[in-house]
Structures are given as structure tokens and as C-alpha cells.
């Protein structure tokens, strides 16, 4: 069984219908305690960096998913959710993130000047070998709606894509994912990598 | 490289699609349900549902409603309707939303921008604007268009966008329901003064007038009657914009 994990600040509904239309058992959580006893874990998400990270310190998400990562199950951050893999995020004064990928989360204002922000819109991917990704082609569109961006080494990005410069669009690292884009939004591709995801759990 | 989107908007009086003209005169066009249904199975690119009497009558827009559209579709949807709290933002995101179009709050209380803002970050904040030209002057309008503000419509929308909008909508309500070709200036004199990507609606006649939004400034555009009472079909839009060298997805 999956669980979603309810921050009480993410678009927890649209993760629960997309996985309810491609029958996948799931539960939405506010209990810390619920982690240990799922077979995969996805954390959605909308709201400032800081905002999420205090919630997920304060709540006793924290501690339960640092083991449960441990233990190589699958987990997947979408948006903010793939942001709090990392070290830090500035969004909101700095604060530190579940550490869980290194790298960090920097405003895109830092390197996208010339064009409109926040990200928002369907933007094309260029993708390399994924386990979540095998359903996406190079060029395919997936939906982002985000001002911030994840900073990180070249071996843990699974997709890019272009907005003046190379955004990253997914990470990988063993068993975590993070998706910069809403697959739940994103109609058939993103429906296939939540599917993909879900076939890990 | 980002496509440029084109979105259809959904009125709704709390319950039913309307399509309105100078946000006036209303014609009841049945569920939201059934039309944002049809819209889903044209792979729109994003869906704006806005509840235009919510602020007049007091109430923030029927959360079962988003609820419903959001239930059976995989695209992305920006609500708006009577939004007055952080609290009103949390359930539309909760329901299912993307973001969130906020219109007579914005204007009356600036700060709720700086709340919505910080607390679920300034991407899903929309400030929703609706525009009337009054003798030669472009005039910001409260309350779906009934009240007027004694503000400079771009140092209005400066002002937002430092505040922490993520986004404008910009419904020039002269134009609303008359599909009589939209005012490109208005388009280009706010996009000349923000850095935020804007939504351009009101006007539109045929899909060439999405061309030449796009080429005014507008990042996306939206339309309600064009797709409601004529043939055409976002995807037609689309292909104007793309026959003139414009990304679309």
C-alpha cells in the first residue's frame, strides 16, 4: 500500500484521484506512524520550502521517513515534495530539507532572467534511463508550475528541461525520486509515471 | 522550451456554467461537471473555473464542485471564487486545485497576496483582474466588475507582483462574451511593467486573436465564449499560434 503524506499544505486530492484511476490502494496520512507500514510513499506538494520542512519536523514525519529510506523502499517527492529531498531551501529564510539527495533548492530569478516567472506551463523533457521514467519519451510535455529550482550533481538527475537554461526536471537515487513537474496534471505521460512508480511499491 | 497555453474558462453562479456578456447578461449552459468533462477529453492545457457570485454573495466557491472536476480530471485547474482566507486557499488546493485566482481580496486587503504567498508559495497565487476602459483610461474593477478602484491599473499590477502574485489574469470585461477582437494594447502595456507570466482573457473571435495575444505579451490565453458558441476548439487556436512560430504543446 502506498501513502500519501498530507502536510496539510499540498494538492493531496489530485495525487489521490490519479492513484484511485489507475487502481492503485492507497491511503492519505497525517500519522507519522502509518510510514513504516507502507510499501512506497509519495509526498506532494504546494506551499513554501520552509512552511513544508517545519510541518515535516513538527509533525514526526522527519524521523519515520529518514528510516524508512534507509530501508531502500520506494519514495517519491512531486514539486515541493522533490525539492525537500535535498539539503536546503531558501524559499521562506533558509531551512534545511529531509537531506535524503545532496544538493539544494535555489530561486530560479538567480539564472532565468529574461523570461517570465514563476515556471508555469507545459515544458518539454529530455530524459536519460529511469525507473520511473521508462514511459517517457524524450520531448514529451509534462506540467510545472514552480519558482524554485533543485541545484544538484549530474548523477542523480534523471530529466531535464529547457527554460533558458537546463532545469532539472527528476532526480533519482536508489530508490528515492523527485519529479519538479505534476505527473497528476500532466493527463496520459504523467498518469504512465505514477503508474511506473506505483509498480515499484 | 515552455509552450504557450490555452485555457478555457468555466463560470459558474455556484452551481451552473454561465456565459456572461460585460459580465452582465447570463446564460445558463448546464453542469460543470459535463463541460470541464469535455474540455478534459480535448487535452486542454489548463482549466480556470471561477465562481463569479461568491464575493457578492459572501461565500467561497462549493468545494464538492472542485471536488467533482478534479475527481475524474488529470489536468491542470486554477480556481477562484469568494477566496478570502488562507484557509479558503488551503481547501481549493486541498479539493484538487493547482492554484488559486484571487480578484476582491487582492484589491481590498493587499496583504492576503503576502499570506497566500508565504504560506503555498507565490506560484499558485493568481491575482485575477478584471479591467474596464472608462474615458480612454483603463480602470481596475472589484466585486465581478460591479465596483470601481481609484488605483493606476499598472502600478496596480507592479504593486502585485511584488507582493507575491505568481501570476495575472487579466479579463478586460469591456470586451467579455462579445468575441469582437480583444485590446492587445492592455495586454502589452501590463506586460511591459511585470516579470510574471500573464493570462490574457476577454475578446476572442476567432484563433488568430490568441496569435496576436501571445505576440502582445500574454504567456497564456484564455476564452469561454469562443470555445462555448462557435466551432472552434483550443486545438484550433493552437494551430493559429503554431503556424506563426509559437510553442504550443
Known sequence: ?201 | MLRHRVIPIVLIDGFSVLKTINFKQRRNLGSPVTVSRTYNTRNVDELILLDIDASKQGRSIDKFTIMDISQELFMPLTVGGGIRTVKDIEMVLKMGADKVAINTEAILRNNFIVEGANEFGRQCIVVSLDVIKVNEQYCLFSHSANKIIEINLLDFCMKVQELGAGELLINNVDKDGLMSEPDFKLINDIAGCVGIPIIAAGGVSVPNDCTRMIQAGASAVAASSLFHFTGYTPQDCKSDMRENNIPVR
Open chain 1, 1 to 201: 500500500m502506498i501513502s500519501i503524506i498530507d502536510n496539510q499544505m499540498g494538492n493531496i486530492k489530485s495525487v489521490s484521484n490519479a492513484l484511485k484511476y489507475l487502481n492503485v490502494e492507497h491511503i492519505i496520512t497525517q500519522d507519522p506512524s502509518d510510514i513504516a507500514l507502507s510499501d512506497g510513499i509519495i509526498l506532494p506538494g504546494v506551499g513554501s520550502f520552509s512552511q513544508a520542512a517545519i510541518r515535516l519536523r513538527d509533525s514526526g514525519f522527519y524521523e519515520e521517513i529518514q528510516l524508512y529510506c534507509a530501508s531502500n523502499k520506494p519514495f517519491l517527492g512531486i514539486c515541493l515534495g522533490m525539492q525537500l529531498l535535498f539539503d536546503s531551501g531558501v524559499e521562506g529564510g533558509g531551512t534545511s530539507g529531509l537531506q535524503l539527495i545532496p544538493g539544494h533548492v535555489s530561486n530560479l530569478i538567480n539564472r532565468v532572467q529574461k523570461l517570465p516567472l514563476p515556471h508555469i506551463g507545459w515544458n518539454e523533457l529530455t530524459v536519460k534511463t529511469s525507473k520511473i521514467l521508462n514511459g517517457v519519451n524524450n520531448g514529451d510535455c509534462l506540467y510545472f508550475v514552480h519558482g524554485f529550482e533543485v541545484i544538484t550533481d549530474e548523477q542523480y538527475i534523471v530529466a531535464k528541461t529547457d527554460y533558458g537554461v537546463d532545469i532539472v526536471a527528476a532526480v533519482e537515487k536508489n530508490n528515492i525520486f523527485g519529479v519538479q513537474f505534476h505527473p497528476e496534471k500532466s493527463q496520459e505521460v504523467g498518469l504512465e509515471i505514477l503508474s511506473s512508480f506505483a509498480k515499484l511499491c
